[in-house]
């Protein structure tokens, strides 16, 4: 008996794409359950309530645990630091964006998980993977977690474009139940089904050499260690303290900018101590911790003035900050300082210090 001539004849291409499209079942399943995951804890199992009536808290923006903190946290590493400035003080627009990305990460997921339109779910997927690289990708202080992720999502949506569903999804029923829809070009394509042999050998092979970029060319630019030493571009371990637009007058008032532009969103920085120093290193102004943690609400600008946003606050320690805060800080000398350039320092509680000049006139 020729075995290879009745193993050509099982293997139609309905069949082949069927049997590749399950042997994809636990990616599809994994992928749109983290989808699923995420949009679900915002929709239906984190919730406070208001006057007898229920919010949900990440989608909340009059709340702390609103989910577009998570943006101003990333916005030092992102690759889109202004833009997402922007949209963060753009309220309604910033809600809008929310509720849209939830609602995409939810349909995504269900779709994925029931295998529905799954080519074009899936090309969702790559978008919403690309997106969570380019914002949150430098984030993650124990195995670059944010990068990992976005690299295995895009990789895991670029497999279900070429295999589609297989035989578990419903794409597979609708193709069954009405062989006439299955059989269309466009239902192939945005859903599931049999591709063209020379059209799956390509997209195979540009999908899985782009996805291959992608992972190496993000961790080469956030991570480095592929063309050059292991480096980060932006600290997740550590926090970052960027201080400009410095002045200070002969009264003794001084104030200037801080930005808390790296560093885990878990932890706040901690200033302890400020400093002036004159140009023979003299210190001629001193704030401890505990003036620093007495500071009045009118010494303190704040960028971010909602209340679930990253800010610059006295704490029982002195000033403190989580990363994305910005604002400007007054500082009451008690003693008049003359005309010339000082330097402003500032300690944290680890004992890291940061410096910039500043000039009395």
């Not at 929709?43 to 208001?50: A, E, L, Q, T």
């Not at 833009?83 to 929310?98: A, C, D, E, K, R």
């Not at 706040?268 to 140009?279: E, G, Q, T, W």
Request: glycine share 10%; charged share 10%.
């Amino acid at each position: 008996m020729d075995t290879s001539s009745n193993s050509a004849r099982q293997w139609t291409p309905e069949s082949l794409f069927a049997m590749a499209g399950l042997m994809a079942l636990a990616v599809r399943l994994v992928q749109g359950w983290i989808f699923w995951g995420g949009a679900s804890r915002r929709f239906f199992y984190d919730f406070h309530s208001i006057h007898g009536s229920e919010y949900a808290v990440k989608l909340d923006p009059n709340v702390h645990g609103y989910l577009a903190n998570k943006l101003v946290h990333a916005m030092p590493g992102s690759m889109f630091p202004g833009l997402i400035q922007w949209v963060v003080m753009h309220g309604g627009f910033l809600l809008f964006m929310v509720w849209f990305w939830s609602l995409v990460e939810l349909v995504v997921g269900v779709g994925l998980i029931l295998g529905i339109a799954t080519r074009l779910l899936a090309f969702a997927s790559l978008g919403l993977n690309i997106s969570l690289m380019l914002i949150f990708g430098w984030m993650g202080s124990t195995c670059v977690d944010e990068w990992t992720m976005a690299s295995a999502g895009f990789a895991m949506g670029a497999t279900l474009m070429v295999t589609g569903s297989g035989l578990w999804s419903v794409d597979h029923w609708i193709a069954n139940r009405w062989p006439s829809l299955g059989e269309k070009g466009w239902f192939r394509w945005l859903f599931s089904g049999p591709l063209p042999m020379q059209a799956t050998r390509r997209w195979g092979a540009a999908l899985g050499i782009l996805s291959l970029l992608f992972t190496v060319g993000f961790y080469q630019y956030i991570h480095g260690a592929v063309i050059s030493p292991l480096h980060a571009r932006v600290s997740f371990h550590k926090h970052d303290l960027a201080l400009n637009t410095l002045s200070a007058q002969t009264d003794g008032k001084l104030r200037f900018h801080a930005y808390v532009d790296a560093g885990p969103d878990t932890a706040k920085l901690y200033l302890i101590d400020a400093r002036l120093v004159n140009a023979q290193g003299k210190t001629v102004e001193n704030w401890n911790g505990k003036q620093l943690s007495t500071l009045p609400k009118s010494a303190i600008d704040n960028l971010f003035h909602q209340p679930w946003a990253s800010q610059i606050k006295p704490t029982r320690y002195g000033l403190g900050g989580i990363t994305g805060a910005k604002a400007f800080i007054t500082l009451l000398g008690q003693h008049s300082l003359a005309s010339g350039r000082y330097t402003l320092r500032l300690m944290n509680i680890d004992g890291r210090t940061w410096s910039a000049p500043v000039t009395v006139s």
